[in-house]
């Protein structure tokens, strides 16, 4: 009996350190993005597109499909190097800041394109979200986006007034290879993507706009998004029966972690 409780032991050790090894790392962007407000007791508190943010406006939801996935979640606060996302397998940036964001934003600067590219060329994934351009800072973005074929385009798609109107965001990927089980999303207020090279559309709008786009690079993989899009609200806070954004997160998850190359 002994000898038979030692070896459970040792095979569940066995698999939790398997498991360990395994897990996929997911770092999603505290730097580009760093925004702060003002709380009711004037305290300053950073918000918007963080893991920790259960409220609309933040990607716990998102992060809870990537985990229900096997993966394990970090975040960078701080300009990315070869370094210090070496551990990472999909890095994850979203709406860079501009002025009316962060007084002082932290832009794209071409030191970081060179550190973010060689990571991705040698296996990384690469999720960029962007927004209308009315809300994102697109020229440093694009300086990046350009490393892999694709630029957000300074226009609006998907325009929402109010909602009344939640159709006029309405997406329906067929087929799509990437929303593999999604029939029917919501993104409102997008901007599209031009694509060039190696760079290809991979879903768009009713106007026949792109508003994902993918590219391989190296051993790596880019995918664009014309909008912030999985926050809280949209997933599916607030939306309408019918949407499903909920099992796009999913979709979404699956595909870039089946973009991760065997071995790393």
Same mark, same amino acid.
């Given at each position: 009996?002994k000898?038979?409780?030692?070896?459970s032991?040792?095979v569940i050790?066995?698999?939790?350190?398997?498991?360990?090894?395994?897990?996929?790392?997911?770092?999603?962007?505290?730097y580009f993005?760093h925004?702060?407000h003002?709380?009711?007791?004037?305290?300053t508190?950073?918000?918007?597109?963080?893991?920790?943010?259960?409220?609309? !406006? *933040?990607?716990?939801? =998102?992060?809870? +499909?990537?985990?229900? &996935?096997?993966? $394990? /979640?970090?975040?960078?606060?701080?300009?990315?190097?070869?370094?210090?996302?070496?551990?990472?397998?999909?890095?994850?940036?979203?709406?860079?800041d501009t002025k009316?964001?962060?007084?002082?934003p932290?832009?794209?600067?071409q030191?970081?394109?060179?550190?973010?590219?060689?990571?991705?060329? !040698? *296996?990384?994934?690469? =999720?960029?979200? +962007?927004?209308?351009? &009315?809300?994102? $800072? /697109?020229?440093?973005?694009?300086?990046?986006?350009?490393?892999?074929g694709?630029?957000f385009?300074?226009?609006l798609q998907?325009?929402?007034?109010?909602?009344?109107?939640?159709?006029?965001?309405a997406?329906?990927?067929?087929?799509?290879?990437?929303?593999k089980?999604?029939?029917?999303?919501?993104?409102?207020d997008?901007?599209?993507?031009?694509?060039?090279?190696? &760079?290809?559309?991979? /879903?768009?709008n009713?106007?026949?706009?792109?508003i994902?786009?993918?590219?391989?690079?190296?051993?790596?993989?880019?995918?664009?998004?014309?909008?912030?899009w999985?926050?809280?609200?949209?997933?599916?806070g607030?939306?309408?029966?019918?949407?499903?954004?909920?099992?796009?997160?999913?979709d979404?998850?699956?595909?870039?972690?089946?973009k991760?190359?065997?071995?790393?």
């Open positions: 009996m000898i038979i409780k030692a070896l032991i040792t050790l066995f698999l939790t350190s398997t498991l360990m090894v395994n897990a996929q790392v997911v770092t999603l962007d505290y993005n925004e702060v003002t709380t009711s007791s004037g305290k508190e950073r918000y918007h597109y963080m893991w920790e943010d259960t409220a609309n !406006s *933040g990607f716990s939801i =998102l992060g809870t +499909a990537f985990k229900k &996935a096997g993966a $394990e /979640l970090r975040s960078l606060d701080e300009a990315p190097t070869t370094t210090n996302l070496k551990a990472s397998n999909i890095y994850i940036i979203v709406d860079p009316k964001e962060s007084p002082n932290n832009y794209i600067e030191k970081d394109i060179m550190q973010i590219a060689a990571w991705v060329h !040698s *296996g990384g994934v690469l =999720l960029m979200l +962007a927004n209308d351009s &009315a809300n994102v $800072e /697109l020229p440093h973005y694009n300086n990046l986006a350009a490393k892999f694709m630029h385009n300074n226009d998907n325009h929402v007034i109010d909602d009344r109107h939640f159709e006029d965001g997406v329906y990927p067929v087929n799509n290879p990437i929303l089980t999604t029939h029917k999303i919501f993104m409102k997008v901007c599209s993507i031009s694509t060039t090279g190696d &760079a290809e559309p991979a /879903l768009k009713k106007n026949g706009a792109t994902i786009a993918t590219s391989k690079y190296g051993k790596g993989t880019v995918i664009a998004v014309g909008d912030p999985l926050y809280n609200e949209y997933v599916n607030r939306l309408p029966a019918g949407y499903e954004n909920d099992v796009a997160a999913a979404l998850v699956k595909w870039l972690i089946s991760i190359p065997q071995g790393q």
